[in-house]
């Protein structure tokens, strides 16, 4: 089984500016010194923010199950390497999923599908899978999710625990085999762009 066609993720722009209001379509990145085993090193796409909590996905973290053992019907939509990925901490037993529309493409008035910001959406996993399969790039599917409760994520902010910056549509599909934080990091203008040389620790190598 196939699966989706890889986007030309170089179509996005290069740069990103640092903004550090959090919006749905929002990048949190760890910083250096978060060493909490669930979110080292890694770049969260907020879903939803809003005064009931926050609510996002980890975009970095592959399993080495394939969405095709789990949910067949989506096997050929999912994009490279194909693999559920592990969207944090809370319900691993549910599943989320995101896409992004294709450019001059529109989802809007597809049933089980709503926008996240520009062309990243949502999309309900009991859907109909050929009722968007012309109009996106890929899908990925994710197993749990990360949450904040109200005031949670804002403390954690405060101990700058995250840098918060805006993501480009091809964060949310890019190749697994990239380094993503370092990536996202890389692109954001001094000093921050320093941090992405921030070595890995021999012990997670």
């Known amino acids: 089984m196939g699966y989706a066609e890889e986007p030309d993720w170089y179509a996005e722009p290069y740069a990103a500016r640092a903004d550090a209001r959090v919006l749905p379509g929002s990048l949190l990145v760890s910083s250096v010194d978060l060493t909490e085993p669930a979110f080292r090193r ?3 796409y907020v879903i939803e923010h809003n005064s009931t909590g926050t609510l996002g996905v980890v ?3 592959p399993s080495d199950m394939q969405v095709r053992s789990v949910l067949p019907a989506w096997g050929s939509l999912a994009a490279r390497p194909g693999s559920l990925f ?4 809370v319900k691993r037993d549910s599943a989320l999923c995101l896409a992004t ?3 001059g493409q529109s989802a809007d008035g597809i049933e089980g599908v709503r926008q996240v910001n520009g062309r990243v959406v949502m999309i309900d996993l009991d859907s109909n899978p050929e009722a968007v399969e012309s ?3 890929g899908v990925r599917v994710f197993a749990g999710y990360a949450g904040w409760s109200p005031g949670q994520l804002a403390g954690e902010l405060a101990r700058d625990d995250w840098l918060v910056v805006p993501a480009l549509p091809s964060d949310v599909l890019g190749p697994s085999r990239s380094d993503l934080w370092a ?5 954001q ?3 921050t762009a320093m941090l992405a040389t921030h ?3 021999v012990e997670r190598n």
């Open 199 to 201: 070595p890995i620790e």
């Open 135 to 137: 109009r996106v790039d």
């Open 183 to 187: 990536a996202v990091l890389r692109r």
């Open 189 to 191: 203008p001094l000093p």
């Open 42 to 44: 890694t770049v969260v």
């Open 59 to 61: 975009l970095n973290r």
């Open 86 to 89: 592990i969207g944090g901490p």
């Open 101 to 103: 529309v294709r450019y």
